[in-house]
Each structure stands twice: as structure tokens, then as C-alpha cells.
């Protein structure tokens, strides 16, 4: 189903692994936020020296939405969550006079998500709960490996940032652990992380659901429920990683908001530490949107890198591509 990032994977892994002697991060710039991140990693891993950091102790996190694949025109997981509305019409008849499930049937996304928070936690329920997880993998991995992004009509898993893809094989080459802290769901995103990005389900901490054991005849299974367990965002995503984790990152990436507790939190750790925005800044090959955006929101954060001289990486300026290459036609 993965097999073209497979393949992906292992050639940007191999282009910039310590024996191949290339240049890491092929599709980086060079420039300052280049720069920032790999004098970051030779530090750290160059025994001898007072910034020196043992292999267990180099824990990097990375948002998902915004930082390692796009997030525009609205949360990936909220497609999946409406095509699943759709799916399952047949069977909810009253839907077709309930909102926000009414206006999704119609298509009339404004209206169906005029209710803000409230009317996607009613659409994530409504698609997510009742069932066991296992059939709810099922659901996600068939879902992504056919569905395409509304604008672009590329798979969402082509929907990832190249320079991102590379970063994540270079750390994994020098050593570091990855961890994948996002406010997208943690089943959602584990079902395909391994396959994308080379970070395995149990490196993944996201948002999550009450799940119950239950007994389906003499077999045990996990039925996931409609109350909602974590929402993985703001301040919990730095008390998700200590209780997943058990380690303070000493390299943190992000892209909003959202994120800013993640990277206030690892900043404040002892000895040499990474923290890294990513800068929604090109409108001609992805999207530019910041302060003002409903989704992504970069405005707070953006003055604490600013203060603080964290690495803010422009898309526009850092980056010679944003998504893989698309396969050569037959």
C-alpha cells in the first residue's frame, strides 16, 4: 500500500547516513535554518565534548498537521471523518435534519462547521466510536490508500513535506529517538506513520478517545467510546510526552500555537536544545497563512521564537521543494 514512500524512506535514508559521506538534507538551503539544525546534531553527538548527549537521552518530537504533511484547507483527519459521514448516511437517517451531519450531506462545508470545536467533536464521535480498534484501523488504512487531497489530487500520504522526511531519516541516522506529538487522533495516525514517515505506533502520541475492554463471545477486544480521553494540544502535548515518553526531548518541531508549550518545555531543559517552527510562508507552492489563520495558527509562538532566537524555517526561502516528486509517467 506504502510501497512508493518505502522506497522513499530508505533512499533519503541512505543519501545522507554518516558513512555515504553526502551532504545531509539535500532539499534544505543553506542558510541559517540549515545551519541551526545540523550544528545542533554534530554537537550533540560528538563524544568528548561538554554538549555531548548519550543515544538514550536524544529524544526529538514533532507535530504532524503543519509540520511534517499540510494541513490546509482543513485537518486531514476531518476529510476522513467526512467521507466516513457520508459512508454511513445510509444508516443514520436522521442525519438529514441533524447539524452539523446535515450540511456535510449537502456539502455545505461553511455551515457544517460553523460550530467550531463543538461540531468536530460531534463528527469525529459519530465516525470513530462503536467500534473495536481493530476495525477501526481497517477503516483508516483502506481510506488512505485511495483517498486524494481536494486541491492538489495527490494521495495525503504525498501530502508530506520532502525537507521533513529528510530531517527525520538524518536524526534517525545520528541516533536520535522520534516521537510524533500531535492533536490528531493517535489511531488515526498510527495505522500509516511507520509506512510514511519510518516512526513506529508506539512512537506515536496523539489525541485520544475512552476505549473499554469488552468480550465479544470468548474473545477480548477494545471498543472505543465517544468520551473523549486527551486532547493532545497546548500544555497536554508536553504532559503527553513525559507520560509516554519519560524523557525530556532535547529537539522539539512545530508549526503553531499549539505547539508552543511542546517547545517552552523542552527549551527549558539543561544542556544544548533545538526548537524549530515551520513557516507557512508560500503561497505559490503550498500555502501562506500565520497570525490570522483559523487553522495552523502561528502568532504567539512566532513572537516567542523571536524572543527567544529559536529557528524559524521559511518554506519560501529554506525549502527547494515542499512535497516529494511526483512518480515519472510510464
Request: charged share 25%; hydrophobic share 45%; aromatic share 10%.
Amino acid at each position: 500500500m506504502f510501497a512508493r514512500f518505502t522506497i522513499l524512506v530508505l533512499a533519503v535514508i541512505l543519501c545522507i547516513t554518516p558513512c555515504s559521506g553526502a551532504a545531509p538534507l539535500p532539499s534544505w538551503n543553506d542558510g541559517a535554518a540549515r545551519e541551526s539544525i545540523t550544528s545542533f546534531v554534530e554537537a550533540v553527538t560528538r563524544e568528548g565534548t561538554p554538549e555531548y548527549v548519550p543515544q538514550a537521552e536524544r529524544v526529538a518530537v514533532f507535530d504532524n498537521d503543519g509540520t511534517l504533511w499540510a494541513e490546509q484547507p482543513m485537518y486531514f483527519q476531518l476529510f476522513f471523518a467526512i467521507d466516513r459521514v457520508r459512508a454511513l448516511a445510509p444508516e443514520h437517517p436522521e442525519w438529514q435534519e441533524q447539524e452539523p451531519f446535515k450540511s456535510v450531506l449537502a456539502g455545505d462545508m461553511k455551515s457544517a462547521l460553523a460550530g467550531g470545536e463543538k461540531a468536530i467533536l460531534q463528527l469525529v464521535a459519530a465516525t470513530h466510536a462503536g467500534m473495536t480498534t481493530e476495525e477501526f484501523e481497517r477503516q483508516v488504512k483502506d481510506w488512505i490508500a485511495t483517498a486524494k487531497h481536494p486541491e492538489t489530487g495527490r494521495p495525503f500520504t504525498e501530502m508530506v513535506y520532502q525537507p521533513m522526511l529528510e530531517l527525520l531519516a538524518y536524526l534517525r541516522a545520528n541516533g536520535f529517538k522520534i516521537f510524533i506529538v500531535s492533536g490528531g487522533g493517535i489511531e488515526f495516525m498510527r495505522p500509516w506513520c511507520e509506512a510514511v514517515y519510518g516512526v513506529p505506533p508506539e512512537n506515536v502520541i496523539g489525541s485520544s478517545a475512552k476505549t473499554t475492554l469488552e468480550f465479544r463471545g470468548d474473545t477480548p477486544v477494545l471498543v472505543k467510546q465517544r468520551e473523549i480521553n486527551s486532547i493532545d494540544d497546548k500544555a497536554e502535548k508536553a504532559v503527553n510526552i513525559n507520560l509516554h515518553v519519560g524523557r525530556r526531548p532535547i529537539a522539539a518541531f512545530g508549526n503553531s500555537d499549539g505547539d508552543l508549550a511542546m517547545l517552552q518545555w523542552t527549551a527549558a531543559g539543561k544542556g544544548r536544545r533545538l526548537c524549530v517552527l515551520i513557516h507557512h510562508d508560500d503561497a505559490e507552492r503550498e500555502w501562506a497563512y500565520d497570525r490570522k489563520s483559523p487553522i495552523g495558527r502561528l502568532d504567539k509562538a512566532l513572537d516567542e521564537a523571536q524572543r527567544r532566537a529559536w529557528t524559524v524555517v521559511s518554506m519560501k526561502a529554506d525549502w527547494k521543494l515542499i512535497f516529494p516528486p511526483l512518480p515519472l509517467k510510464p
